[in-house]
């Protein structure tokens, strides 16, 4: 359990300037946070985003050829299953890399080596996701243009109308799926520099100020029927709102919604994740909206109020600096698991 650090209303007063100040300290830092980016051509994962089960796959897998990496990779398992290798999808694809059975029966691969291709095997998906995006690129090499756009583009639309214009195609749909798994590439890859800071955290953090001393409720959205009360991610996710970013409702997809600044680089406004298992992102089990000076603002549990807690706890899992494109990137209607 969580110990309250303020319970009185002087008491929260007296924070509410503390964090002001935290907050104008932090960002008048934030500028040179800013020149210590760099490009690594290396790309790792960021801490627990992709399940400790497949982490292998998708780091060895993710290095088959130069158009993708295990970052991209990940992105593209993440929004066609949510890393749930029993999906599928009403257009019959399959699995955790959503193959429908005409193209996995022509570009499934045996990954694991024992003798059989099974869609429904992450052993054999991942490795056969890879390949495929391999292929894809190998394809529309010649055209115009970012290799990994290209490769995207011929997954969506199909290699021919990649190489007819040159590039990606002035199709809608294609455009938004490539920008999507690029955008979603930066949630799941570590960052090899400084996080930008966010421009829209500082509202968020004044909404969730304003609901400071407010009774906690488990699915809470702060609706007027619900006495305006909220739980963990529905606090974060009505604070992001007001700024115009609707970030999903549950924890563990919140912390796809932006890249992953380390400890050392919290800012205030950056999300801020608890878990039991701390190699797994779809573990999460309880989010806060960071305020600076290693405190948060969260809705903690049932008969508590929102408040400030510290962050520094042994289950804290790792933040994500919350951004308009990395929320809006994130998958709203994953492929189920077929019933049994």
């Not at 990779?73 to 059975?101: D, K, T, V």
């Not at 024992?114 to 010649?142: F, H, M, N, Q, T």
């Not at 400030?308 to 994953?334: M, N, S």
Request: glycine share 12%; aromatic share 10%; with cysteine.
């Amino acid at each position: 359990m969580r110990k309250a650090w303020l319970v009185a209303g002087l008491s929260i007063g007296f924070c509410l300037c503390f964090v002001a100040l935290l907050v104008v300290g932090t960002y008048s830092a934030a500028a040179g946070l800013l020149g210590g980016n760099a490009k690594n051509a290396a790309v790792g994962l960021a801490k627990g985003a992709v399940p400790a089960k497949y982490q292998s796959l998708v780091q060895t897998w993710g290095n088959l050829c130069p158009a993708i990496n295990p970052a991209l990779l990940a992105a593209q398992l993440y929004q066609e299953s949510g890393w749930n290798p029993r999906a599928q999808s009403h257009a019959a694809a399959q699995g955790i890399a959503q193959f429908i059975p005409g193209t996995w029966a022509t570009h499934g691969i045996d990954g694991d080596k024992d003798g059989d291709r099974d869609v429904w095997d992450p052993a054999d998906a991942i490795p056969s996701a890879a390949s495929y995006d391999c292929e894809l690129a190998g394809y529309v090499r010649k055209a115009p243009g970012d290799p990994t756009d290209n490769m995207l583009a011929a997954y969506n639309a199909g290699a021919y109308a990649v190489i007819k214009y040159g590039g990606v195609p002035p199709y809608r749909e294609t455009q938004n799926y490539v920008k999507v798994i690029r955008t979603l590439e930066k949630s799941f890859a570590k960052p090899v520099g400084r996080v930008e800071p966010s421009r829209q955290a500082a509202g968020a953090i004044y909404f969730a100020q304003q609901k400071l001393g407010t009774k906690y409720l488990w699915g809470g959205n702060g609706t007027p029927e619900q006495g305006g009360r909220f739980d963990c991610s529905g606090l974060t996710q009505a604070a992001y709102r007001t700024v115009g970013i609707e970030l999903p409702r549950v924890a563990n997809d919140q912390y796809n919604a932006g890249p992953h600044p380390s400890r050392d680089e919290l800012l205030p406004g950056d999300l801020v994740f608890f878990s039991d298992d701390l190699n797994n992102s779809r573990a999460i089990r309880h989010v806060g909206l960071y305020v600076g000076g290693g405190y948060m603002i969260n809705a903690p549990y049932t008969g508590a109020v929102i408040r400030f807690d510290k962050i520094d706890t042994p289950d804290y899992f790792g933040a994500t600096r919350v951004t308009e494109d990395g929320a809006r990137a994130l998958p709203t209607d994953l492929p189920k698991a077929p019933e049994a």
